[in-house]
Nanobody, 115 residues
Framework: QVQLVESGGGLVQTGGSLRLSCAAS????????VGWYRQAPGKNRELVAT???????NYADSVKGRFTISRDNAENTLYLQMISLKPEDTAVYYC?????????WGQGTQVTVSS
């Protein structure tokens, strides 16, 4: 079992920046894919960004050019750098780690972007 703990959320104005962190209780280097998802009120959880074991990244179209996902295997930490934030980025952001058969989720961190 791996526990994932997100941090770094908060309230920011439109155009501002935040960096989310996801600390894992164990090694993240062995996961097939790790990433960030978000869920806004009344909406389904959606993919924000993922990074594979080989380093391939994937971003939702809505965040391309503004968000950057990275991983520090030595520190067992996943990051999401967010710039040029928009009110529509407001959501609870969840960290995810996936093996071939299992997925692990963090408890989420709230990001609120005021207009």
């Amino acid at each position: 079992q791996v526990q994932l703990v997100e941090s770094g959320g908060g309230l920011v104005q439109t155009g501002g920046s935040l960096r989310l962190s996801c600390a894992a209780s164990g090694s993240i280097s062995g996961f097939v894919r790790v990433g960030w998802y978000r869920q806004a009120p009344g909406k389904n959880r959606e993919l924000v960004a993922t990074i594979t074991k080989s380093g391939t990244t994937n971003y939702a179209d809505s965040v391309k050019g503004r968000f950057t996902i990275s991983r520090d295997n030595a520190e067992n930490t996943l990051y999401l750098q967010m710039i040029s934030l928009k009110p529509e980025d407001t959501a609870v952001y969840y960290c995810n780690a996936a093996t071939t058969y299992l997925q692990y989720w963090g408890q989420g961190t709230q990001v609120t972007v005021s207009s």
